[in-house]
């Protein structure tokens, strides 16, 4: 049943790209053509929006409350972030359809034009990506869970919690800290803002899904591609018949400059549309992680730290997988070289030595181009980086030690 489920997401004609456009699109994060569908898509998004402004405004009411300021703060910044990322891809759609139409076209070009060595790289990718997406979508899944049991689990596991709430002395509890029109702590109206939360908890992990996984997804893409390219470079005269050709030459190093091109020119495309999102994310994380921590550390009921460690460990691992294979572009682990470097070795590791003087300055040609190479960034002040990954925990330790004092 679960292979006949991730079966029928794929996509024959985005053999890298299928399980995300899925989501994409089922998420409405791609819009569909009909007119109504888009608007009806377009309003969900906006009114999910409203409904983080009402966490704002709550947090005004419950201010002289710490604890509850807490509760609110560690999800209502994952909830703006999310509705950024919601609304950005909304109003960039073009941009973003730029951005993966390319990766589709360049991941099928290289399905089309494969040797036995970029075969291995083609499908060492694929497999990766196929492996983010599951691991990504079942810890979204496990978070959603967890935040939307928090309150059941604190109910019963307490007795002292339950019985606080039939002698009044405790309010009904709620997953989202937000403003609503009518009584929420009293029944139908507490019913009902528990069904409205966990609809919307449901449609911010579908965006989390749908937004990160693609996001690394295309990561991973760039970086195989530079490995595909710089082994192409290897093989530029393989043939003899074309190595003693100019033209063919050429032909063969103009493609290898256009291939590049592209890449640069995309990869910078994606990062004009991530970075702002990222800048946001960077700033929002330390606060969400010092509350997370904080709550964690304080709280005396072992089922509440369980649920706050989940959430805490969610929060991590999902900066984490950003900052890593952003990191994992520039960074080659195992010789401790920049992949958009190394890209530039590829003519260098031909037979160039057996060409002509103008090949060769073809050669030295295609080599200035290759080392031009790309960082992503958060905003206009750091590198997604595990760097940036570390100096985040940093802070996020430092409000954390300032709370506790």
């Known amino acids: 049943m679960l292979k006949a489920l991730l079966s029928s997401i794929e996509d024959p004609t985005r053999r890298l790209l299928g399980p995300n456009y899925w989501i994409l699109k089922n998420m409405g994060l791609v819009l569909p053509q009909n007119p109504i569908a888009k608007v009806a898509y377009i309003v969900l998004h906006e009114?999910?929006?409203f409904f983080v402004l009402t966490q704002y405004m709550e947090l005004?009411?419950?201010?002289?409350?710490?604890?509850?300021?807490?509760?609110n703060l560690k999800i209502s910044m994952l909830s703006i972030v999310c509705i950024v990322k919601a609304n950005t891809f909304v109003i960039w759609q073009v941009q973003w359809k730029e951005v993966i139409e390319y990766v589709t076209r360049a991941d099928q070009y290289e399905r089309d034009n494969q040797s036995?060595?970029?075969r291995k790289i083609i499908d060492s990718y694929t497999k990766y990506c196929r492996g983010i997406v599951y691991f990504y979508c079942v810890l979204v899944f496990t978070t959603f869970i967890t935040v939307t049991n928090t309150p059941l689990m604190r109910y019963l596991s307490s007795a002292q919690y339950r019985e606080a709430l039939r002698n009044g002395t405790e309010l009904f509890p709620h997953i989202f800290s937000s403003w609503m029109p009518f009584d929420k702590y009293n029944s139908p109206g507490s019913w009902i803002t528990v069904i409205w939360h966990?609809?919307?908890c449901a449609y911010g992990a579908g965006i989390m899904a749908a937004y990160d996984t693609v996001i690394m997804v295309i990561m991973v893409f760039f970086g195989g591609k530079l490995e595909l390219l710089r082994e192409r470079c290897t093989h530029i005269f393989e043939n003899t018949e074309i190595a003693s050709d100019d033209n063919q030459t050429n032909e063969k190093i103009r493609k290898l400059h256009n291939i590049h091109v592209l890449l640069m020119k995309h990869s910078r495309l994606f990062n004009s549309l991530l970075s702002p999102v990222m800048f946001l994310y960077v700033v929002m994380c330390s606060l969400m992680l010092c509350a997370s921590a904080f709550q964690l550390t304080s709280a005396t009921n072992t089922t509440q730290k369980l649920l706050m460690a989940e959430y805490l460990v969610f929060g991590i691992a999902q900066l984490f997988m950003f900052c890593w294979h952003?990191?994992?572009?520039?960074?080659?682990?195992?010789?401790?070289k920049y992949k958009s470097q190394k890209v530039m070795f590829g003519p260098y590791e031909s037979e160039w030595w057996t060409v002509n003087s103008k090949q060769a300055r073809s050669i030295l040609i295609l080599t200035g181009q290759l080392r031009l190479n790309h960082t992503y960034t958060a905003g206009p002040f750091t590198q997604l980086?595990?760097?940036?990954?570390?100096?985040?925990?940093?802070?996020?330790?430092?409000?954390?030690?300032?709370l506790r004092e």
């Open 47 to 49: 009114i999910v929006s």
């Open 60 to 71: 005004y009411v419950i201010r002289s409350n710490l604890d509850l300021v807490l509760t």
């Open 116 to 118: 036995v060595e970029r």
């Open 198 to 200: 966990v609809c919307l």
């Open 326 to 336: 952003s990191n994992d572009v520039l960074i080659k682990a195992s010789i401790q």
């Open 385 to 402: 980086t595990l760097s940036t990954f570390i100096t985040i925990l940093k802070g996020a330790y430092s409000y954390y030690t300032l």
